[in-house]
């Protein structure tokens, strides 16, 4: 158990929906990275978000958004959701805010657009 | 952020060492070296991280050249439960845009 938290595990909707996916990182990190793994690819980096700021933007779409509260969960916001946003979307968490910074990944939410 | 470059699919049998090289050419003077594993279906999970020569822990060993520009990750007799996909991770940055990228990895077949 990475002590990062993920929900929902599962999310089926249809298209042009909207939807948040929640993460509440390890006791103590400040940092929180939001991923983005089609079937068989790679991890796609989307944000990054460090004691309630954003710090860093990936390949993010303007169809999605995020946030980090000060209790430093996150909530990544997908909508006008489309078939090919079906994907594994991971949230990781680490001390700071640096990439030597040892990231501990949740279990993921599969997202299911149908 | 330094770009990094890993075989894309290895096989080994079972009880064999294996070792992942990455390739790091412009790897700068404050990145670290990370090493991930992830089975199917589930988040990545820290293996080793070092910063130069040779790091050993209790699965693996991260041997990292002079130079820096590359490293490679040793895993001692592997076993089926070794299956996964292995990434190399290289940066240390501070506040900015830099793009956090874990590549496609190594994608580790371990034959019985």
């Known amino acids: 158990d990475s002590g990062v938290t993920q929900t929902p595990k599962h999310l089926i909707t249809a298209t042009g929906q909207r939807v948040t996916l929640r993460c509440s990182p390890r006791?103590?990190?400040?940092?929180v990275y939001w991923y983005q793994q089609s079937l068989d690819q790679g991890l796609q980096f989307l944000i990054q978000?460090?004691?309630?700021?954003?710090?860093a933007k990936g390949n993010i779409l303007e169809r999605f958004s995020a946030q980090q509260f000060p209790d430093l969960h996150s909530e990544l916001n997908l909508s006008s959701l489309e078939l090919g946003d079906s994907a594994l979307y991971f949230c990781?968490?680490?001390?700071?805010?640096?990439?030597?910074?040892?990231?501990?990944f949740g279990a993921g939410t599969r997202l299911s657009v149908l | 952020l330094a770009k990094t470059t890993q075989p894309i699919s290895m096989d080994s049998y079972e009880g064999q060492e294996v070792n992942i090289t990455c390739s790091h050419n412009n790897i700068a003077t404050n990145d670290y070296i990370t090493w991930y594993q992830q089975f199917p279906s589930q988040g990545p999970r820290f293996i080793i991280q070092?910063?130069?020569t040779k790091v050993t822990n209790e699965v693996a060993s991260l041997f990292i050249p002079a130079d820096r520009k590359s490293s490679t990750l040793s895993l001692p007799r592997v076993s089926l439960s070794d299956t996964a996909v292995y990434y190399c991770?290289?940066?240390?940055?501070?506040?900015?845009?830099?793009?956090?990228?874990f590549g496609t990895g190594t994608r580790l077949t371990i034959i019985p």
């Open positions: 991770l290289v940066g240390d940055y501070g506040f900015g845009n830099e793009k956090l990228t």
């Open positions: 006791s103590g990190d400040l940092s």
């Open positions: 990781a968490s680490s001390q700071q805010g640096n990439i030597g910074n040892i990231q501990y």
């Open positions: 070092g910063y130069k």
């Open positions: 978000y460090y004691n309630g700021e954003e710090r």
